[in-house]
């Protein structure tokens, strides 16, 4: 996950004049098995699939940080149950002093907000099938478990040994994955580890670790055999792997990442550094995207750290970047960016979170100001499940055209509150209503970038909605003060093009 700052509006105006030196400038703009296996699934989609032109339905959620600690007083009995008990246990009455166990774990754990609690994953989970109940599949950006869990886990468990929070975090995981399957049964589900879903410690986990061996067989039990048993020595090494997309999808493949690696607050268990498994990761990743474009697969790419520029965590840092400071950026390195952005002629979607927020980004090779046509990749942000930062849970739900792998529209559906109990979900807005766009495509995000980048003032009924549903409640006016910045994030994911972007002398 990625804190929201809570910074007021006037101290945010403040900052972008300070840290960007911005204030009086106008604004600037096995292989041979695999291909045998793709040759066969497609021929088996395209006898199967809907008519060129229509859309299917899937549902998009992300950062959930399912909290089962919410009633400490269950923590004991969860420790000592299956998964498959959990339900009856989190479903049971509330312990007499839950309200001030909870408050005493907050505090010791300095927490900064409430995570998902079972009332509110339950209440997530019945809206999306009252919303789409036919979903086709459905992807999982990301974080399936609460923030602090390390704490949270130590603080009720004294004395456990570093095995027993590894067992409890894979269960924990283990019971999400069964909340999402039973409310969907034999529906594909898509999941990427998050910086929280690990078994030593926030951003902290080993490439080719047993629990990257375990959590795989948690995450990827719902494909099909033939694509599990490969998942599963992929995921093994890294936390990553890659499926063709079952029908009706079309000769679509899914490249998942673990991309914790790419952090710059990685760390081995250990807490030493590891550039290897970025490196070697990388080179994973290289390696499918160019192995889809022989076998002239489309290509969805998941993962959970967006690629990019941070423009909040910019602003807030002060960074000096028209004085030569490098801005915040999301990853160490912008090589898996540029990948996607120079396989753009294959990927026809990102999927990100981390931030929590409902957001947009355009990847395009350096240089690559063009037109419409110029290849780049769109990027979805899908916002979160958890209000820990304050906003109402929501989710996505999407319309998706089989044929070509393209995200047709969507609809972000929003929580009346932020418990689960006596909770309502209506729809938030519409993609295609609001923006005017008949898709979300590299060529569409470009003309929404553009006529956001043509009004620093924010002031167009367009740049007022993203602003107004970027963030799930009254902190979204906080992202207008520095509007022309986040902007420039969009579609700048390297220091230097940001640079350039915001400071017309660095042009």
Known sequence: MHIFPRIPAATIA?????CLGFAAMPYMQGQGQRTQHIAGAQVRAESSAPIEGRTIPALMISDIHFD?????GKAKDLIAAPVRQWRSILAGPASA???????ALQASCHARGVDTPFALLRSSLEAMRARQPDAKFMTVSGDLIAHGFTCRYSTLAPGSKPEDYQAFVLKTLSFVMDELRTS??????????GNNDTGCGDYQIDAGSAFLAESGKILAEGLPDSQRVQALKEFAVNGSYSAAMATPMRGTRMIVLNDLFLSPKYSTCGGKPDRAAATEELSWLEHELEQARQAGEKIWVMGHIPPGIDPYSTVSKFRDVCGGQAPVAFLATDKMADLLAAYADVVRLGIFAHTHMDELRLLRTEGNEAGAGAPATAVKMVA????????????????VNPSSAVLDNYDVITASNQTGIETKWAPEYDFAETYHKAQFSSATVKELIDAFRADADAKTAQIQAYIRNYFAGEMSRELAPFWPEYVCALDNHTAKAFAGCVCPAAK
Do not use: E, K, W
């Open 68 to 72: 089962p600690f919410h009633d400490p």
């Open 97 to 103: 002093t839950q309200q001030q166990a909870f408050d």
């Open 184 to 193: 969907f049964p034999g529906m594909p589900v898509y999941v990427a580890l």
């Open 384 to 399: 979160s499940i958890s209000p820990v930062d304050g906003n109402n849970p929501s989710f996505t739900v999407a319309r």
């Open 14 to 18: 403040a900052l972008c004049g300070a």
